[in-house]
């Protein structure tokens, strides 16, 4: 079970930290993706980890560089600094599950409630 927090109002240009706490002992053996969702989109990937962390990361363009995704298997959580927000990343996170012992997020499973986003302008 996952559980994300950490949205909120920010007006443009400013930063959040999503986190994503999961329940149960496999967590350290998942690959982590972010998700998100504005209204009237489909949900899309933003960025993942892999279930061994270290370099394996990945990032949608539209956030590269502005995006830092981490986990910490110690505490079960895995967060999504955002910095430089821009309205456009307005949209409800999600958090999910990626391959067991890989990278891949094709088949995201185990979502979180969602934690929502709004960036002013």
């Known amino acids: 079970q996952l559980q994300a927090s950490g949205g909120g109002l920010v007006q443009a240009g400013g930063s959040l930290r999503l986190s994503c706490a999961a329940s149960?002992?496999?967590?350290?053996?998942?690959?982590m993706g972010w998700f998100r969702q504005a209204p009237g989109k489909e949900r899309e990937f933003v960025a993942g980890i892999s279930w061994s962390g270290g370099r394996g990361t990945y990032y949608a363009d539209s956030v590269k560089g502005r995006f830092t995704i981490s986990r910490d298997n110690a505490k079960n959580t895995v967060y999504l600094q955002m910095n430089g927000l821009k309205p456009e990343d307005a949209a409800v996170y999600y958090c999910?599950?990626?391959?067991?012992?890989?990278?891949?997020?094709?088949?995201?499973?185990?979502w979180g409630q969602g934690t929502q986003v709004t960036v002013s302008s």
């Open positions: 999910a599950t990626g391959d067991r012992y890989g990278s891949s997020f094709e088949r995201p499973a185990n």
């Open positions: 149960g002992r496999a967590f350290s053996t998942y690959a």
